[in-house]
Protein backbone atom coordinates (compact mmCIF):
# COMPACT_ATOMS: atom_id res chain seq x y z
CA UNK A 1 0.00 0.00 0.00
CA UNK A 2 1.25 3.43 -0.81
CA UNK A 3 1.22 6.63 0.33
CA UNK A 4 -1.73 7.70 -2.02
CA UNK A 5 -3.76 4.54 -1.23
CA UNK A 6 -3.37 4.99 2.25
CA UNK A 7 -4.28 8.83 1.97
CA UNK A 8 -7.51 7.49 0.00
CA UNK A 9 -8.52 5.02 3.04
CA UNK A 10 -7.80 7.08 5.93
CA UNK A 11 -11.21 8.75 5.69
CA UNK A 12 -12.44 5.03 5.44
CA UNK A 13 -10.85 3.86 8.65
CA UNK A 14 -12.45 7.22 10.19
CA UNK A 15 -15.76 5.93 9.04
CA UNK A 16 -15.56 2.58 10.75
CA UNK A 17 -14.09 4.69 13.81
CA UNK A 18 -17.23 6.74 13.74
CA UNK A 19 -19.37 3.75 13.28
CA UNK A 20 -18.15 2.60 16.16
CA UNK A 21 -18.76 5.29 19.01
CA UNK A 22 -21.47 5.68 20.72
CA UNK A 23 -24.57 7.64 18.75
CA UNK A 24 -25.23 10.05 21.62
CA UNK A 25 -21.66 10.77 22.61
CA UNK A 26 -21.62 14.09 19.87
CA UNK A 27 -18.88 16.15 20.74
CA UNK A 28 -16.88 12.66 20.96
CA UNK A 29 -18.19 11.82 17.04
CA UNK A 30 -17.24 15.65 15.76
CA UNK A 31 -13.70 15.33 17.17
CA UNK A 32 -12.94 11.49 15.93
CA UNK A 33 -14.31 13.33 12.00
CA UNK A 34 -11.77 16.07 13.07
CA UNK A 35 -8.97 14.31 13.60
CA UNK A 36 -9.58 12.03 10.83
CA UNK A 37 -9.94 14.67 8.14
CA UNK A 38 -6.70 16.17 9.74
CA UNK A 39 -4.72 12.94 9.46
CA UNK A 40 -5.88 12.42 5.60
CA UNK A 41 -4.91 16.78 5.22
CA UNK A 42 -1.43 15.14 6.94
CA UNK A 43 -1.23 12.52 4.87
CA UNK A 44 -1.49 14.76 1.34
CA UNK A 45 0.69 16.96 2.72
CA UNK A 46 3.13 13.98 2.70
CA UNK A 47 2.60 13.33 -0.87
CA UNK A 48 3.28 16.76 -1.55
CA UNK A 49 6.92 16.50 0.06
CA UNK A 50 7.45 13.17 -2.13
CA UNK A 51 6.59 14.60 -5.65
CA UNK A 52 8.95 15.36 -8.49
CA UNK A 53 8.51 18.80 -9.49
CA UNK A 54 8.70 19.31 -13.40
CA UNK A 55 8.21 15.44 -13.79
CA UNK A 56 5.57 14.70 -16.37
CA UNK A 57 3.64 11.59 -16.05
CA UNK A 58 1.99 9.78 -13.19
CA UNK A 59 3.68 9.39 -9.90
CA UNK A 60 2.88 7.94 -6.32
CA UNK A 61 1.40 5.33 -8.86
CA UNK A 62 -0.07 1.84 -7.84
CA UNK A 63 -1.71 -0.92 -9.97
CA UNK A 64 -3.73 -4.15 -8.73
CA UNK A 65 -5.89 -6.70 -10.43
CA UNK A 66 -9.18 -6.06 -9.83
CA UNK A 67 -11.59 -7.64 -12.78
CA UNK A 68 -8.90 -9.72 -14.50
CA UNK A 69 -11.06 -10.76 -17.39
CA UNK A 70 -11.96 -7.33 -18.03
CA UNK A 71 -8.65 -6.19 -17.47
CA UNK A 72 -10.21 -3.82 -14.73
CA UNK A 73 -7.60 -2.39 -12.43
CA UNK A 74 -7.33 -0.51 -8.95
CA UNK A 75 -4.83 1.89 -11.06
CA UNK A 76 -4.17 5.24 -9.23
CA UNK A 77 -1.50 7.87 -9.46
CA UNK A 78 -1.10 11.88 -9.42
CA UNK A 79 0.54 14.48 -11.61
CA UNK A 80 0.03 17.93 -10.49
CA UNK A 81 -2.99 18.96 -11.33
CA UNK A 82 -4.26 15.92 -9.75
CA UNK A 83 -2.56 16.55 -6.59
CA UNK A 84 -3.55 19.85 -6.56
CA UNK A 85 -7.16 19.15 -6.53
CA UNK A 86 -6.32 16.29 -3.79
CA UNK A 87 -5.08 18.96 -1.54
CA UNK A 88 -8.16 21.41 -1.89
CA UNK A 89 -9.87 18.62 -0.73
CA UNK A 90 -7.52 17.56 1.95
CA UNK A 91 -7.85 21.24 3.21
CA UNK A 92 -11.36 21.99 3.20
CA UNK A 93 -12.98 18.60 5.01
CA UNK A 94 -11.02 19.53 8.11
CA UNK A 95 -12.39 23.46 7.66
CA UNK A 96 -16.21 22.09 6.87
CA UNK A 97 -15.55 20.25 10.51
CA UNK A 98 -14.64 22.86 12.33
CA UNK A 99 -17.04 25.08 10.63
CA UNK A 100 -20.07 23.33 10.85
CA UNK A 101 -19.62 22.60 13.87
CA UNK A 102 -23.55 22.23 14.78
CA UNK A 103 -25.02 21.97 11.32
CA UNK A 104 -25.71 18.30 11.60
CA UNK A 105 -28.20 18.64 14.63
CA UNK A 106 -31.50 18.83 13.70
CA UNK A 107 -31.38 16.72 10.51
CA UNK A 108 -33.10 13.66 9.99
CA UNK A 109 -30.53 11.29 11.09
CA UNK A 110 -28.12 10.91 13.60
CA UNK A 111 -25.14 13.56 13.86
CA UNK A 112 -22.79 10.19 13.27
CA UNK A 113 -24.35 9.32 10.01
CA UNK A 114 -23.74 13.10 8.93
CA UNK A 115 -19.57 12.88 9.50
CA UNK A 116 -19.89 9.22 8.28
CA UNK A 117 -21.55 10.81 5.18
CA UNK A 118 -18.43 13.52 4.82
CA UNK A 119 -15.98 11.25 5.36
CA UNK A 120 -16.80 8.86 2.88
CA UNK A 121 -17.52 11.51 0.60
CA UNK A 122 -13.67 12.90 1.09
CA UNK A 123 -12.42 9.52 0.22
CA UNK A 124 -14.32 9.21 -2.91
CA UNK A 125 -12.71 13.03 -4.12
CA UNK A 126 -9.69 12.01 -3.26
CA UNK A 127 -10.17 8.64 -5.11
CA UNK A 128 -11.62 10.08 -8.14
CA UNK A 129 -9.00 12.48 -8.94
CA UNK A 130 -6.12 9.92 -8.61
CA UNK A 131 -8.04 7.18 -10.72
CA UNK A 132 -6.05 6.00 -13.74
CA UNK A 133 -8.04 3.37 -14.79
CA UNK A 134 -11.24 4.45 -16.69
CA UNK A 135 -14.03 2.07 -15.37
CA UNK A 136 -12.27 2.75 -11.70
CA UNK A 137 -13.18 6.52 -12.46
CA UNK A 138 -16.65 5.68 -13.57
CA UNK A 139 -17.74 3.69 -10.41
CA UNK A 140 -16.21 6.30 -7.77
CA UNK A 141 -17.89 9.31 -10.12
CA UNK A 142 -21.58 7.38 -9.79
CA UNK A 143 -20.56 6.14 -6.27
CA UNK A 144 -19.48 9.33 -4.97
CA UNK A 145 -23.74 10.87 -5.55
CA UNK A 146 -24.50 8.82 -2.47
CA UNK A 147 -23.08 10.44 0.18
CA UNK A 148 -24.34 14.24 -1.21
CA UNK A 149 -27.74 12.91 -2.13
CA UNK A 150 -28.02 11.64 1.72
CA UNK A 151 -26.36 14.44 3.18
CA UNK A 152 -28.61 17.31 1.25
CA UNK A 153 -32.03 15.33 1.76
CA UNK A 154 -31.19 14.53 5.13
CA UNK A 155 -30.07 17.54 6.87
CA UNK A 156 -31.04 20.01 4.61
CA UNK A 157 -33.61 23.00 4.38
CA UNK A 158 -36.60 23.98 2.68
CA UNK A 159 -37.36 21.70 -0.39
CA UNK A 160 -34.39 19.23 0.49
CA UNK A 161 -35.98 16.05 -0.82
CA UNK A 162 -36.41 17.82 -4.38
CA UNK A 163 -33.14 19.46 -4.34
CA UNK A 164 -31.39 15.87 -3.38
CA UNK A 165 -33.56 13.76 -6.12
CA UNK A 166 -32.72 16.30 -8.87
CA UNK A 167 -29.41 16.60 -8.18
CA UNK A 168 -29.28 12.86 -8.08
CA UNK A 169 -31.39 12.18 -11.60
CA UNK A 170 -29.14 14.84 -13.18
CA UNK A 171 -26.17 13.05 -12.33
CA UNK A 172 -27.26 9.73 -13.50
CA UNK A 173 -28.46 11.10 -16.65
CA UNK A 174 -24.81 12.16 -17.26
CA UNK A 175 -23.28 8.93 -15.68
CA UNK A 176 -25.39 7.18 -17.91
CA UNK A 177 -24.57 8.64 -21.01
CA UNK A 178 -20.57 8.23 -19.65
CA UNK A 179 -20.59 4.45 -19.02
CA UNK A 180 -21.98 3.83 -22.74
CA UNK A 181 -18.79 5.79 -24.41
CA UNK A 182 -16.26 3.79 -21.45
CA UNK A 183 -18.27 0.44 -22.88
CA UNK A 184 -17.58 2.10 -26.32
CA UNK A 185 -13.94 2.79 -25.89
CA UNK A 186 -13.44 -0.31 -24.06
CA UNK A 187 -14.84 -2.26 -27.52
CA UNK A 188 -12.56 -0.54 -29.87
CA UNK A 189 -9.53 -1.17 -27.47
CA UNK A 190 -10.18 -4.67 -28.16
CA UNK A 191 -10.39 -4.72 -31.52
CA UNK A 192 -6.95 -2.89 -31.39
CA UNK A 193 -5.54 -5.51 -29.30
CA UNK A 194 -5.86 -6.14 -25.85
CA UNK A 195 -8.65 -4.31 -24.41
CA UNK A 196 -7.77 -1.56 -21.47
CA UNK A 197 -9.57 0.89 -19.18
CA UNK A 198 -5.49 2.60 -18.86
CA UNK A 199 -6.13 6.08 -19.21
CA UNK A 200 -2.63 5.94 -21.14
CA UNK A 201 -3.30 3.51 -23.05
CA UNK A 202 -6.61 4.57 -24.14
CA UNK A 203 -4.85 7.89 -25.18
CA UNK A 204 -3.18 6.09 -27.91
CA UNK A 205 -6.44 4.14 -29.45
CA UNK A 206 -6.85 4.97 -33.57
CA UNK A 207 -10.77 6.14 -33.34
CA UNK A 208 -11.99 7.44 -36.23
CA UNK A 209 -13.10 11.30 -36.30
CA UNK A 210 -17.06 10.70 -36.55
CA UNK A 211 -16.77 7.83 -33.69
CA UNK A 212 -14.60 10.15 -31.84
CA UNK A 213 -17.62 13.11 -31.80
CA UNK A 214 -20.10 10.44 -29.82
CA UNK A 215 -17.67 9.12 -27.50
CA UNK A 216 -16.75 12.77 -26.55
CA UNK A 217 -20.25 14.00 -26.39
CA UNK A 218 -20.73 10.85 -23.85
CA UNK A 219 -17.91 12.09 -21.39
CA UNK A 220 -18.37 15.76 -22.21
CA UNK A 221 -22.02 16.31 -21.37
CA UNK A 222 -21.55 13.62 -18.19
CA UNK A 223 -19.26 16.65 -17.07
CA UNK A 224 -20.86 19.23 -18.23
CA UNK A 225 -23.70 18.62 -15.70
CA UNK A 226 -21.44 18.28 -13.08
CA UNK A 227 -19.62 21.18 -13.59
CA UNK A 228 -22.22 22.79 -13.87
CA UNK A 229 -21.82 24.76 -17.13
CA UNK A 230 -24.82 26.21 -18.97
CA UNK A 231 -27.16 24.52 -19.99
CA UNK A 232 -26.65 21.69 -17.73
CA UNK A 233 -26.99 23.99 -14.43
CA UNK A 234 -30.38 23.71 -12.70
CA UNK A 235 -29.77 21.71 -9.97
CA UNK A 236 -27.50 23.53 -8.67
CA UNK A 237 -29.23 26.54 -7.46
CA UNK A 238 -31.80 24.11 -5.74
CA UNK A 239 -28.60 22.05 -4.13
CA UNK A 240 -27.00 25.26 -2.67
CA UNK A 241 -30.43 26.46 -1.08
CA UNK A 242 -31.04 23.44 0.28
CA UNK A 243 -27.50 21.93 1.34
CA UNK A 244 -26.16 22.95 4.62
CA UNK A 245 -23.17 25.09 4.79
CA UNK A 246 -20.35 22.44 4.67
CA UNK A 247 -22.28 20.18 2.22
CA UNK A 248 -22.66 23.34 -0.14
CA UNK A 249 -18.80 23.67 0.42
CA UNK A 250 -17.77 20.28 -0.70
CA UNK A 251 -20.55 20.62 -3.44
CA UNK A 252 -19.42 23.78 -5.22
CA UNK A 253 -16.03 23.53 -4.07
CA UNK A 254 -14.80 20.16 -4.52
CA UNK A 255 -17.41 17.98 -6.21
CA UNK A 256 -18.32 20.61 -9.19
CA UNK A 257 -14.43 20.44 -10.07
CA UNK A 258 -14.54 16.38 -10.78
CA UNK A 259 -16.52 17.67 -13.73
CA UNK A 260 -13.63 20.31 -15.76
CA UNK A 261 -11.56 18.01 -14.41
CA UNK A 262 -12.73 15.27 -16.07
CA UNK A 263 -12.67 17.29 -19.69
CA UNK A 264 -9.05 18.53 -18.89
CA UNK A 265 -7.96 14.51 -18.28
CA UNK A 266 -10.37 12.21 -20.58
CA UNK A 267 -12.26 15.37 -23.04
CA UNK A 268 -8.77 16.59 -24.36
CA UNK A 269 -6.87 13.65 -24.12
CA UNK A 270 -8.70 10.53 -25.53
CA UNK A 271 -10.43 12.68 -27.90
CA UNK A 272 -8.01 15.17 -29.64
CA UNK A 273 -9.88 15.49 -32.96
CA UNK A 274 -13.61 15.64 -31.66
CA UNK A 275 -11.83 18.69 -29.15
CA UNK A 276 -10.93 20.50 -31.95
CA UNK A 277 -14.04 20.06 -33.50
CA UNK A 278 -16.37 20.96 -30.85
CA UNK A 279 -14.29 23.67 -28.97
CA UNK A 280 -15.95 26.81 -30.74
CA UNK A 281 -19.55 25.56 -29.77
CA UNK A 282 -18.17 24.87 -25.66
CA UNK A 283 -16.27 28.22 -25.97
CA UNK A 284 -20.00 29.62 -26.44
CA UNK A 285 -21.81 27.79 -24.28
CA UNK A 286 -18.74 29.08 -21.82
CA UNK A 287 -19.23 32.79 -22.47
CA UNK A 288 -23.00 31.85 -21.92
CA UNK A 289 -22.67 30.71 -18.46
CA UNK A 290 -20.28 33.63 -17.33
CA UNK A 291 -23.10 36.11 -18.67
CA UNK A 292 -26.46 34.50 -17.86
CA UNK A 293 -24.86 33.25 -14.05
CA UNK A 294 -23.38 36.84 -13.62
CA UNK A 295 -26.93 38.43 -14.60
CA UNK A 296 -28.88 36.06 -12.39
CA UNK A 297 -26.69 36.49 -9.56
CA UNK A 298 -27.11 40.18 -9.73
CA UNK A 299 -30.63 39.90 -9.58
CA UNK A 300 -31.10 37.25 -6.09
CA UNK A 301 -32.15 37.99 -3.09
CA UNK A 302 -31.65 34.28 -1.64
CA UNK A 303 -28.26 34.42 -0.58
CA UNK A 304 -27.31 30.73 -1.04
CA UNK A 305 -28.60 31.04 -4.46
CA UNK A 306 -26.56 34.13 -5.28
CA UNK A 307 -23.67 32.08 -4.53
CA UNK A 308 -24.71 29.31 -6.73
CA UNK A 309 -25.35 31.85 -9.75
CA UNK A 310 -21.59 33.04 -9.15
CA UNK A 311 -20.04 29.89 -9.71
CA UNK A 312 -21.85 29.39 -12.95
CA UNK A 313 -20.67 32.06 -13.87
CA UNK A 314 -17.11 31.02 -12.91
CA UNK A 315 -17.40 27.81 -14.12
CA UNK A 316 -18.00 29.45 -17.03
CA UNK A 317 -14.56 30.54 -17.01
CA UNK A 318 -12.79 27.51 -15.83
CA UNK A 319 -14.39 25.82 -19.05
CA UNK A 320 -13.30 28.68 -21.49
CA UNK A 321 -9.72 28.22 -20.48
CA UNK A 322 -9.81 24.48 -20.89
CA UNK A 323 -11.52 25.13 -24.47
CA UNK A 324 -9.47 27.45 -25.77
CA UNK A 325 -6.49 24.85 -26.40
CA UNK A 326 -3.69 26.90 -25.19
CA UNK A 327 -1.15 26.24 -21.76
CA UNK A 328 -1.88 29.34 -20.46
CA UNK A 329 -5.56 28.50 -20.33
CA UNK A 330 -5.28 25.43 -19.14
CA UNK A 331 -2.95 25.77 -16.53
CA UNK A 332 -5.67 29.47 -15.38
CA UNK A 333 -8.24 27.09 -15.83
CA UNK A 334 -6.60 24.46 -13.69
CA UNK A 335 -5.37 27.17 -10.70
CA UNK A 336 -9.03 28.82 -10.93
CA UNK A 337 -10.58 25.19 -9.81
CA UNK A 338 -8.46 25.76 -6.08
CA UNK A 339 -8.98 29.16 -6.49
CA UNK A 340 -12.89 28.94 -7.09
CA UNK A 341 -12.82 26.00 -4.17
CA UNK A 342 -11.39 28.32 -1.43
CA UNK A 343 -13.59 31.70 -2.22
CA UNK A 344 -16.42 29.60 -2.31
CA UNK A 345 -15.62 28.09 1.04
CA UNK A 346 -15.24 31.26 2.53
CA UNK A 347 -18.64 32.84 0.86
CA UNK A 348 -20.51 29.78 1.99
CA UNK A 349 -18.67 29.35 5.57
CA UNK A 350 -19.40 33.61 6.58
CA UNK A 351 -23.01 33.19 4.70
CA UNK A 352 -23.70 30.16 6.54
CA UNK A 353 -22.69 32.04 9.85
CA UNK A 354 -24.85 34.95 9.36
CA UNK A 355 -27.29 32.88 8.16
CA UNK A 356 -27.34 30.63 11.50
CA UNK A 357 -27.35 34.27 13.56
CA UNK A 358 -30.45 36.14 11.70
CA UNK A 359 -32.37 32.99 10.82
CA UNK A 360 -32.46 34.40 7.34
CA UNK A 361 -31.58 33.65 3.84
CA UNK A 362 -32.41 37.02 2.84
CA UNK A 363 -29.65 39.39 1.66
CA UNK A 364 -31.91 42.51 2.79
CA UNK A 365 -32.05 41.10 6.34
CA UNK A 366 -28.01 41.48 7.01
CA UNK A 367 -28.18 45.00 6.83
CA UNK A 368 -25.90 47.06 8.72
CA UNK A 369 -24.03 43.98 10.03
CA UNK A 370 -20.57 45.68 9.40
CA UNK A 371 -21.47 47.84 12.69
CA UNK A 372 -21.92 44.80 15.15
CA UNK A 373 -20.00 41.96 13.49
CA UNK A 374 -16.64 43.56 11.69
CA UNK A 375 -14.78 40.69 11.67
CA UNK A 376 -17.61 38.85 9.91
CA UNK A 377 -17.94 41.19 7.77
CA UNK A 378 -14.48 41.75 6.91
CA UNK A 379 -14.15 38.20 6.13
CA UNK A 380 -17.21 38.29 3.76
CA UNK A 381 -16.21 41.49 1.92
CA UNK A 382 -12.88 39.92 1.41
CA UNK A 383 -14.48 36.66 0.22
CA UNK A 384 -16.80 38.80 -2.27
CA UNK A 385 -13.42 40.29 -3.46
CA UNK A 386 -12.03 37.37 -4.24
CA UNK A 387 -14.94 36.30 -6.16
CA UNK A 388 -15.06 39.25 -8.50
CA UNK A 389 -10.79 38.77 -8.80
CA UNK A 390 -10.16 41.83 -7.72
CA UNK A 391 -5.70 41.97 -8.04
CA UNK A 392 -3.91 40.72 -4.84
CA UNK A 393 -6.62 38.02 -4.09
CA UNK A 394 -6.22 34.46 -5.70
CA UNK A 395 -9.05 34.68 -8.15
CA UNK A 396 -6.90 37.28 -10.28
CA UNK A 397 -4.15 35.43 -11.15
CA UNK A 398 -6.30 32.49 -12.43
CA UNK A 399 -8.86 34.57 -14.73
CA UNK A 400 -6.11 36.92 -15.76
CA UNK A 401 -4.15 33.70 -17.21
CA UNK A 402 -7.82 32.21 -18.37
CA UNK A 403 -8.42 35.50 -20.56
CA UNK A 404 -5.01 35.80 -22.09
CA UNK A 405 -4.63 32.31 -23.19
CA UNK A 406 -8.32 32.70 -24.69
CA UNK A 407 -7.46 35.65 -26.13
CA UNK A 408 -4.34 34.03 -28.47
CA UNK A 409 -6.32 31.82 -30.12
CA UNK A 410 -10.00 33.77 -29.69
CA UNK A 411 -9.90 37.09 -28.94
CA UNK A 412 -13.70 38.22 -29.46
CA UNK A 413 -14.10 35.38 -26.93
CA UNK A 414 -11.85 37.10 -24.72
CA UNK A 415 -13.44 40.34 -25.42
CA UNK A 416 -16.63 39.02 -24.24
CA UNK A 417 -15.51 37.08 -21.50
CA UNK A 418 -14.06 40.18 -19.64
CA UNK A 419 -18.10 41.22 -19.66
CA UNK A 420 -18.32 38.95 -16.54
CA UNK A 421 -15.46 40.51 -14.72
CA UNK A 422 -17.86 43.70 -14.72
CA UNK A 423 -20.91 42.03 -13.85
CA UNK A 424 -18.72 40.25 -10.86
CA UNK A 425 -18.31 43.77 -9.48
CA UNK A 426 -21.83 44.62 -9.72
CA UNK A 427 -23.21 41.32 -8.10
CA UNK A 428 -20.33 41.17 -4.96
CA UNK A 429 -20.47 45.14 -4.62
CA UNK A 430 -24.90 44.83 -4.14
CA UNK A 431 -24.23 42.48 -2.00
CA UNK A 432 -21.84 43.43 0.36
CA UNK A 433 -23.77 46.84 0.05
CA UNK A 434 -26.87 44.96 0.74
CA UNK A 435 -25.98 43.06 3.44
CA UNK A 436 -22.99 44.51 5.53
CA UNK A 437 -23.71 48.73 4.80
CA UNK A 438 -26.81 50.81 4.91
CA UNK A 439 -28.99 51.22 8.04
CA UNK A 440 -28.94 48.56 10.44
CA UNK A 441 -31.84 46.09 9.87
CA UNK A 442 -34.23 45.55 13.01
CA UNK A 443 -33.55 42.09 14.48
CA UNK A 444 -29.46 42.68 14.18
CA UNK A 445 -28.69 44.38 16.84
CA UNK A 446 -27.49 41.79 19.38
CA UNK A 447 -25.79 39.66 16.52
CA UNK A 448 -22.54 38.33 17.96
CA UNK A 449 -19.72 38.35 16.18
CA UNK A 450 -17.44 35.52 14.89
CA UNK A 451 -16.01 32.91 18.32
CA UNK A 452 -12.98 31.76 18.55
CA UNK A 453 -14.22 28.32 16.66
CA UNK A 454 -15.28 30.29 13.33
CA UNK A 455 -12.11 31.93 13.31
CA UNK A 456 -10.36 29.01 12.98
CA UNK A 457 -12.45 27.77 10.49
CA UNK A 458 -12.05 30.96 8.10
CA UNK A 459 -8.40 32.09 8.61
CA UNK A 460 -6.33 29.19 7.00
CA UNK A 461 -9.13 29.85 3.88
CA UNK A 462 -8.68 33.63 4.26
CA UNK A 463 -4.52 33.01 4.27
CA UNK A 464 -5.30 30.93 0.93
CA UNK A 465 -6.79 33.51 -0.97
CA UNK A 466 -4.02 36.37 -0.28
CA UNK A 467 -1.22 34.03 -0.63
CA UNK A 468 -2.26 32.31 -3.97
CA UNK A 469 -3.42 35.73 -4.99
CA UNK A 470 0.82 37.13 -4.33
CA UNK A 471 2.38 34.12 -4.50
CA UNK A 472 1.00 31.54 -6.92
CA UNK A 473 3.72 30.39 -8.30
CA UNK A 474 4.41 27.22 -6.42
CA UNK A 475 0.69 26.13 -7.58
CA UNK A 476 1.27 27.16 -11.23
CA UNK A 477 4.80 25.01 -10.85
CA UNK A 478 2.68 21.92 -10.13
CA UNK A 479 0.24 22.34 -12.78
CA UNK A 480 2.48 23.67 -15.74
CA UNK A 481 4.12 19.91 -16.56
CA UNK A 482 0.67 18.46 -16.49
CA UNK A 483 -0.70 21.25 -18.84
CA UNK A 484 2.56 20.56 -21.19
CA UNK A 485 0.95 16.95 -21.56
CA UNK A 486 -2.39 17.37 -22.15
CA UNK A 487 -1.34 19.74 -24.62
CA UNK A 488 0.80 17.68 -26.22
CA UNK A 489 -1.90 14.48 -25.77
CA UNK A 490 -4.60 16.60 -27.54
CA UNK A 491 -2.15 18.01 -30.16
CA UNK A 492 -2.66 21.12 -29.49
CA UNK A 493 0.25 23.87 -29.37
CA UNK A 494 0.07 27.48 -28.39
CA UNK A 495 -0.84 30.18 -31.37
CA UNK A 496 2.63 31.74 -32.67
CA UNK A 497 2.37 35.66 -30.95
CA UNK A 498 0.83 38.12 -33.33
CA UNK A 499 4.68 40.28 -33.18
CA UNK A 500 6.22 37.07 -34.59
CA UNK A 501 3.51 36.76 -37.56
Known sequence: MNLLTTTILLPLLGTLALALAPRGNTRLIKIIALISSLVTLVSSLLMLTKYKFGVTG????????????FNINYAVGIDGLALVLILLTTVLVPIVVVGGWNEAEGGRWSVKTFYMLILALEMFLVAVFAATDLFLFYVIFEVMLIPVYFLIGGYGRGDRAAAALKFLLYSLFGGLLMLAAVIG??????????????VTTLSHLKISHNTQDWLFLGFFIAFAIKAPLFPFHTWLPAAARSATPGTSILVLGVLDKVGTYGMIRFCLTLFPEATKTFAPYIIVLSLLSIIYGAFLAIGQKDLNSLI?????????????????????????????????????????????????RRKSTQVEDFGGLQRITPVMAWCFFIAGLSALALPGLSSFVSEFLVLIGTFTRYPAAAVIGTLGIILAALYVLILVQRSLHGPLQEGNEETPDLNWR???????????????????????????????????????????????R
Do not use: C
Open 58 to 69: FQLASSHSWFKV
Open 185 to 198: LFVISLRQGHGSFD
Open 308 to 356: AFTSISHFGFIVLGIFALTSQGITGASLYMVNHGFSTAALFLVGGWMVQ
Open 454 to 500: EKVAIAPVILALVLLGFYPKPAIHLIDPATSQIMLAAGASDPTPLAG
